[in-house]
């Protein structure tokens, strides 16, 4: 199929970019493009105007302060790999993106486009969940800043309005010993969709003992979710084989996939299980940074 006609903007600040989504009707923003572009050809999608943002300078990069990592909405999946800030404070995130689709898109492909997009499968919407990130907003009528488990709404779908654009995901920055965990279970070893997400972010005392865990599946529900029911019964446990067989059953729980996709439930399980113990085992070693 070919491109229908549209009209690309290309402003230099924010401020003209979010005066064009407040101005003119039906624009809509483009970073990447590796989902835009897409459903225009397809005919999904087809905005009069296309607001260009991917070179705006107030959505790049990826700081450090004292308490919290954050990540400009037009940083590449490319860029996040090679962060040394990601590699020191996130590597459950640095894990998801290793994970995510082949080189050529990980050049384009952002991470604000991959969490407006809300699709089911997105990879670093479960990474972003554990670490427990807020995505900031803007337009002309200012800044707002919501957790990322809300600004997921279901599939497809978001808290976004039409006239803002997302400019930053952030997170604190987790403990030391905190360790983290990413698996994607997909058709292929590369350049896949996932069909099943987990990422843990598990932290623990010098005694074995859990002092927090957090848990969050995609491609297994209309949306990533965070698996909150499995995450307290880990909460002041010991993590023992045990412990972490029921916290898996409980993650499945928080899973609804689509009929015919009942085999989900069971790979959520086996995966959490999986990877609780692995992050348990790196915990008992000292831990490896989220
Ligand atoms: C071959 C292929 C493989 C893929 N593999 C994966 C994969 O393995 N894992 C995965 O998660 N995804 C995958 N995707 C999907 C896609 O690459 C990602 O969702 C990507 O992160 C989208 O980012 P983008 O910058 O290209 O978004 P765009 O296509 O530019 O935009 C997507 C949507 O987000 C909006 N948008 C973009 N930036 C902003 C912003 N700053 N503020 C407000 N709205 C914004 C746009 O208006 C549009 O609605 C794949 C796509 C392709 C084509």
Redesign the pocket.
């Known amino acids: 199929m070919s491109l229908p006609q549209f009209e690309v903007q290309q402003p230099q600040t924010l401020g003209e970019a979010l005066k064009i989504l407040s101005e003119v009707k039906g624009a809509?923003?483009?970073?990447?493009?590796?989902?835009?572009?897409?459903d225009m050809r397809a005919g999904t999608?087809q905005p009069r105007v296309v607001v260009d943002?991917?070179a705006l300078r107030d959505?790049h990069g990826i700081e450090v302060t004292d308490t919290e990592v954050i990540i400009g909405?037009?940083t590449t999946?490319a860029e996040m790999l090679e962060s040394p800030i990601l590699a020191k404070h996130a590597t459950v995130l640095v894990k998801a993106c290793s994970?995510?689709?082949?080189a050529l898109?990980r050049n384009?492909?952002?991470?604000?486009?991959?969490l407006?997009?809300a699709?089911p499968?997105?990879?670093?919407a479960p990474a972003l969940l554990t670490l427990d990130a807020e995505v900031k907003l803007a337009s002309v009528r200012g800044m707002r800043r919501v957790p990322l488990e809300k600004f997921l709404v279901n599939a497809f779908s978001t808290i976004?309005r039409s006239d803002?654009?997302?400019?930053s995901v952030r997170f604190r920055i987790p403990s030391a010993t905190a360790t983290g965990a990413f698996r994607k279970m997909g058709l292929r070893k590369v350049?896949?969709?996932?069909k099943v997400d987990v990422a843990v972010l598990l932290d623990g005392d010098t005694t074995g003992r859990c002092t927090s865990a957090r848990i969050a599946l995609a491609a297994a529900s209309p949306v990533a979710v965070r698996a909150r029911a499995a995450e307290a019964a880990l909460v002041g446990k010991a993590l023992t084989p045990e412990a972490i067989a029921a916290a898996a059953a409980l993650a499945a729980k928080a899973a609804a996939p689509r009929a015919g996709s009942e085999y989900k439930l069971r790979v959520v399980e086996a995966l959490v299980r999986r990877l609780l113990a692995e992050a348990a085992l790196a915990l008992t070693r000292g831990g490896s940074n989220a």
């Open positions: 809509e923003p483009i970073a990447g493009g590796t989902n835009l572009m897409v999608h943002v991917a959505l909405a037009a999946i994970s995510f689709a082949n898109i384009r492909a952002t991470v604000g486009g991959n407006v997009t699709a499968c997105s990879d670093t976004r803002e654009l997302l400019v350049s896949c969709m996932a």
